[in-house]
Every structure is written in structure tokens, then in C-alpha cells.
């Protein structure tokens, strides 16, 4: 079991990003979900983070940043709007695909061409990732902080629950709290002729539109679900039904306009599409708190963050056997 940091100071931190560099691993809040982190430089750390998580090392993962300057030392030949992307939305829940340097190994990159970065918009993240730095870190290369195809966790208890009992008493969780976006980072290809969504989150197509004048699709709802990989994702113990009238002995999660039928166990009820997406997760693993067999949930209607929580909720449907990844969709 990891050892649970709920006081901070800088010399707490400057501790957190030693026993980073030391090769420990140590989970973190974000804005968008908790991070179980890994010195992105050490092919080691990065493989034990993998076998905690259960994760097929051929995944890439994101490497997090402490700075715009720090994006140069990862990747190359960076295109003029994703630039545009990192001066309007940097610190913030956006990844970026770049064409990778050397330094990328094939570890974190899934050996692809490209990394993954992000700078997250959190202050106990951005802490971590400063004093990593001055301990001559590079970055710190980050998944959710779950069991692979399991629901990211969005508070540190989640993560004490999801890896606990795979961490060992020198790895650390940072508990700051519930994450205050709750669904995981828009990604954004920028390593080829077209900016492509790979993933949608809170920065929206139109949100990259204000920034780069450049329109592009929401991401494709259907698409990404290409059969190949083995598991579903975001997926609780419960069998979750996507739409429809309750039953009795469900639990629902709705829009709190969506009343409660009798019998029907409410995991939540937002009164906004951010207090959905912040609400989501914690809801689902509620479901399983609670032994639930079938979890319903209807889906937000409307366009940019409420495209991510539908993401978020046609994964958590999806049969396993569906692909889980968010690399290539297949044009
Ligand atoms: O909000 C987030 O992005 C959170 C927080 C912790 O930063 N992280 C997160 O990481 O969601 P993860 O590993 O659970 O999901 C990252 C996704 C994966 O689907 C992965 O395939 C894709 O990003 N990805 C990362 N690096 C990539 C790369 N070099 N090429 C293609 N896809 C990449
Ligand atoms: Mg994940």
C-alpha cells in the first residue's frame, strides 16, 4: 500500500518529486482525473507503473510537463496552431500529439512516432512537476490512475481503492481533493497535415476553432469503437445500459430534470453538464459500493463538454471485446 500525503508543502513536494526520480511511483490529482506518475525518462518506473496498472505495454501515455519551454526537449517540427493550442489553453485539460524526439522512448510512445504532452491545470500537479524539474526531471509521464479498462479515478480514496494493494510503501498518493473537471483530457493529434480530436474533453472543437480558426469534427461518437483490443473501458462491475426506461434495482444516473422512479437507486443527478462530467466517475464506482448489478444512465444532450461525458458513457457500455484505445481513428 502507498503512503496517503494529505498536507502539503514545498518541501512535501520537493520529498514527492525525489522519490519520483528515485524511481517511485507517485499518483497525483489534476484537473481531469487523478495520475498514477512515473519518471518519463526512466524505461523502469514506467514498466512498474504499467504492471500496476495491469496496462499492455503497448499503450502510450502522456507525458506531463511543467512548462511551455519543456515542450521542445520532447518533440519536434511543431505546427503553428498547436502552438496557438498551448498559449490559449496550457495549463488546462488538453493533450497534444506531437512528432516525438529521440528522448520520447518507444516505452512511452507505444513505439509510434509521437508523444504525448500536457501541462495540467492543478496546482498540487504544477508543484510536483516544478520541483521535479529542479531535481533535473523531464517530465513525468502520467495515465489515470486505474486498473486497465476500469473507471479513472477522480479523488485519491479512488485510487487508494483501484491500486492500492499493487503500490508499495515508498510509492505516494497526493490527495488533493475530488479533480474539478472529472472526465480526462481532450486530445488532439497535431502530428500530422490535419488537426484531428482523438478524444474529447472540456476543450471543445469550438473551443480549438477560437484558437486556430480551423473547424473540425467533435471526434466521431461511433467511430472508436474497432473491435481488436480485449477490454471495454470506464467500465464498472455493473452492466451499464445506456438510455431507456429504469427498473427497479437500477441505479440511474441522469440529468436532475429525469425524476426518480420508484424503486430506482439515484447514483446522481447534475444539474449542469460540468457538474455531470465532474459527478460521473464517482457515480459509477458508487454503483459498485453498492453491489449494483445494472447501472442506467442517460446521457447530456448538447454539444462540447456533454460530447465527452457520451464518450465517457458508450465506453462504459460497450461489450468487451471493443477497442479501448484512442489512437488512429481510421482515417
Ligand atoms: O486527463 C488526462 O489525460 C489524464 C490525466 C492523468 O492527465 N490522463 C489520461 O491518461 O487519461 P490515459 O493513459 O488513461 O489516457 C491517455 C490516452 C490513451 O488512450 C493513449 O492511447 C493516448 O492518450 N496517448 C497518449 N500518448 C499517445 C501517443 N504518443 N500517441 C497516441 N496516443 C497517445
Ligand atoms: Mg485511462
Not at 34 to 40: K, M, Q, R
Not at 101 to 123: C, H, M, S, Y
Not at 241 to 254: H, K, N, T, W, Y
Request: charged fraction near 25%; charge should be negative; hydrophobic fraction near 40%.
Amino acid at each position: 500500500m502507498a503512503t496517503i500525503i494529505s498536507q502539503f508543502s514545498l518541501s512535501v513536494l520537493r520529498q514527492s518529486a525525489g522519490k519520483l526520480k528515485a524511481g517511485d511511483l507517485v499518483s497525483f490529482p489534476t484537473e481531469t482525473v487523478y495520475g498514477i506518475g512515473a519518471d518519463a525518462m526512466s524505461n523502469v518506473a514506467v514498466a512498474r507503473m504499467y504492471k500496476v496498472k495491469n496496462r499492455p505495454t503497448s499503450h502510450p501515455v502522456i507525458v506531463h510537463i511543467a512548462e511551455l519551454n519543456d515542450v521542445d526537449y520532447w518533440a519536434k517540427e511543431i505546427p503553428e496552431n498547436a502552438v496557438n493550442l498551448m498559449r490559449d489553453y496550457w495549463p488546462g485539460p488538453m493533450t497534444l500529439l506531437l512528432r516525438r524526439r529521440k528522448v520520447a522512448g518507444d516505452f512511452l510512445t507505444g513505439a509510434q512516432e509521437i508523444v504525448g504532452l500536457r501541462i495540467p491545470a492543478n496546482n498540487l500537479a504544477l508543484g510536483l512537476l516544478d520541483e521535479f524539474k529542479a531535481l533535473g526531471g523531464k517530465g513525468i509521464a502520467a495515465p489515470s490512475a486505474n486498473r486497465y479498462g476500469a473507471v479513472s479515478p477522480t479523488t485519491a480514496e479512488a485510487v487508494s481503492q483501484e491500486l492500492g494493494e499493487f503500490l508499495s510503501p515508498n510509492d505516494q498518493i497526493l490527495d488533493g481533493g475530488a479533480c474539478l473537471v472529472g472526465v480526462e483530457s481532450t486530445i488532439i493529434d497535431c502530428s500530422g497535415e490535419n488537426l484531428k480530436i482523438l478524444r474529447p474533453g472540456a476543450i471543445s472543437a469550438e473551443m480549438i476553432e477560437e484558437s486556430t480558426g480551423i473547424v473540425l469534427a467533435e471526434v466521431s461518437e461511433t467511430k472508436i469503437r474497432v473491435s481488436g483490443s480485449d477490454k471495454q473501458h470506464y467500465a464498472p462491475k455493473a452492466k451499464v445500459i445506456v438510455d431507456g426506461q429504469s427498473r427497479s434495482g437500477e441505479g440511474l444516473i441522469a440529468m436532475s430534470d429525469i425524476a426518480t422512479p420508484e424503486g430506482v437507486i439515484r447514483l446522481a443527478e447534475p444539474k449542469s453538464i460540468e457538474e455531470y462530467a465532474r459527478v460521473l466517475y464517482s457515480a459509477l464506482r458508487m454503483s459498485d459500493n453498492q453491489n449494483l448489478e445494472k447501472v442506467r444512465i442517460i446521457p447530456p444532450t448538447g454539444q462540447g463538454l456533454a460530447v465527452a461525458i457520451r464518450d465517457r458513457i458508450n465506453r462504459a457500455g460497450a461489450l468487451p471485446g471493443d477497442q479501448d484505445l484512442y489512437l488512429q481513428s481510421e482515417d
